[in-house]
């Protein structure tokens, strides 16, 4: 629930100095939501382009192609073609082409998570499965519930074009980031998932941070996020700032969306205002699901689920008011969880 706090002016006061956390943790839902349901949408992967934003999501029988100039209103493109049953995408723009990573079937596999390229996002070649160096990525494990036994599927990929050519060994805190590709994805022992960390040369070929022995973002263990951390943007503000948005949830993953912020990409520190948005929020379009959050700048993009209809859309929200108010451009009102 929401609530009227108090005005620019007091804000300037009572708040100086709180503008970042005002910009990470601090969300209005946009009133007209959801934006996107063509009959089923979710698990959203948007770029933006100039003026273009393009949306790819797992719809009723594959992944669909959408596009927008403003975010809000969303034009269906077509389904894409040559993947492998795909779900769960993840595409970011690699020099002049496409790249997506995406999750096929739970086999407790390396082979879950696959990889193709296009030139127009719509049309996809080179579809193959990622591999992993040893059983850093995925431990393959049908026998026992290691936190990486399998995959659903890639979080976020942070590309770097400055990146070495071969993998950077040992992979450890010192080396990640002059790796080409920083790659975080899903673990799941068979129940709770997590999300895992990997590197690689090529967007193929992946090696596990620390020999992927654990991951770098779990459930809390206790509270609205207990056993799922999962499904996540991450950004790079620079070498010292990263922010993370993530799906979390007890017993499933699709409570709710938190906020944590690192120093070094690896180590995290959860906001203690989390859930930014949570299934039981009393939106009904989303009281059953609120999850998988997908952030540029300053829009946020997420999958939610009605309970009533089962209907999976995607909704918008934008950083609070008071957040351009601090900024000084305008009056606006603060609104904080209650």
Same mark, same amino acid.
């Given at each position: 629930?929401? *609530?009227?706090?108090?005005?620019?002016?007091?804000?300037?006061? @009572?708040? @100086?100095?709180?503008?970042?956390?005002?910009?990470?943790?601090?969300?209005?839902?946009? +009133?007209?939501?959801?934006?996107?349901? #063509?009959?089923? +949408?979710?698990? #959203?992967?948007?770029?933006?382009?100039?003026?273009?934003?393009?949306?790819?999501?797992?719809? +009723?029988?594959?992944?669909?192609?959408?596009?927008?100039?403003?975010?809000?209103?969303?034009?269906?493109?077509?389904?894409?073609?040559?993947?492998?049953?795909?779900?769960?995408?993840?595409?970011?723009?690699?020099?002049?082409?496409?790249?997506?990573?995406?999750?096929?079937?739970?086999?407790?596999?390396?082979? $879950?998570?696959?990889?193709?390229?296009?030139?127009?996002?719509?049309?996809?070649?080179?579809?193959?499965?990622?591999?992993?160096?040893?059983?850093?990525?995925?431990?393959?494990?049908?026998?026992?519930?290691?936190?990486?036994?399998?995959?659903?599927? #890639?979080?976020?990929?942070?590309?770097?074009?400055?990146?070495?050519?071969?993998?950077?060994?040992?992979?450890?805190? +010192?080396?990640?980031?002059?790796?080409?590709?920083?790659?975080?994805?899903?673990?799941?022992?068979?129940?709770?998932?997590?999300?895992?960390?990997?590197?690689?040369?090529?967007?193929?070929?992946?090696?596990?941070?620390?020999?992927?022995?654990?991951?770098?973002?779990?459930?809390?263990?206790?509270?609205?996020?207990?056993?799922?951390?999962?499904? @996540?943007?991450?950004?790079?503000?620079?070498?010292?700032?990263?922010?993370?948005?993530?799906? &979390?949830?007890?017993? *499933?993953?699709?409570?709710?969306?938190?906020?944590?912020?690192?120093?070094?990409?690896?180590?995290?520190?959860?906001?203690?205002?989390?859930?930014?948005? $949570?299934?039981?929020?009393?939106?009904?379009?989303?009281?059953?699901?609120?999850?998988?959050?997908?952030?540029?700048?300053?829009?946020?993009?997420?999958?939610?689920?009605?309970?009533?209809?089962?209907?999976?859309?995607?909704?918008?929200?934008?950083?609070?008011?008071?957040?351009?108010?601090?900024? &000084?451009?305008?009056?606006? @009102?603060?609104?904080?969880?209650?």
């Amino acid at each position: 629930m929401k *609530k009227l706090v108090t005005i620019c002016a007091v804000l300037m006061i @009572a708040l @100086a100095g709180t503008a970042q956390a005002l910009t990470t943790t601090d969300w209005t839902e946009y +009133a007209s939501d959801p934006v996107y349901a #063509p009959g089923k +949408a979710y698990y #959203p992967t948007i770029l933006k382009e100039g003026n273009t934003y393009t949306m790819w999501s797992d719809s +009723a029988t594959g992944v669909q192609k959408a596009t927008s100039t403003n975010g809000v209103n969303w034009t269906t493109v077509g389904s894409v073609t040559g993947l492998q049953t795909p779900a769960h995408t993840l595409v970011e723009k690699i020099g002049s082409s496409y790249q997506m990573w995406y999750f096929t079937g739970l086999g407790y596999s390396i082979n $879950d998570i696959r990889t193709a390229t296009s030139t127009d996002g719509l049309t996809w070649t080179g579809d193959k499965a990622i591999t992993q160096v040893g059983t850093s990525v995925i431990y393959n494990d049908n026998q026992n519930s290691t936190w990486n036994r399998g995959s659903y599927g #890639p979080s976020d990929v942070i590309y770097n074009p400055s990146g070495s050519a071969t993998i950077v060994n040992p992979v450890d805190a +010192a080396s990640v980031w002059a790796n080409k590709f920083v790659m975080y994805y899903d673990g799941t022992s068979g129940g709770k998932e997590s999300l895992g960390l990997a590197v690689s040369n090529d967007g193929v070929n992946w090696e596990g941070y620390n020999g992927g022995i654990s991951p770098v973002f779990q459930g809390a263990g206790s509270g609205w996020d207990t056993d799922y951390a999962t499904r @996540a943007t991450i950004i790079k503000e620079n070498d010292n700032a990263y922010d993370m948005w993530y799906s &979390g949830g007890t017993g *499933k993953m699709s409570d709710g969306i938190g906020y944590a912020f690192s120093t070094d990409g690896i180590n995290w520190t959860r906001d203690d205002s989390n859930p930014i948005f $949570d299934k039981s929020d009393g939106a009904a379009w989303r009281n059953d699901r609120t999850y998988t959050p997908m952030v540029i700048g300053d829009e946020m993009w997420f999958t939610c689920k009605d309970l009533a209809t089962g209907s999976y859309t995607i909704g918008y929200a934008v950083p609070e008011p008071a957040t351009m108010c601090l900024l &000084g451009l305008g009056t606006f @009102a603060l609104r904080r969880k209650k």
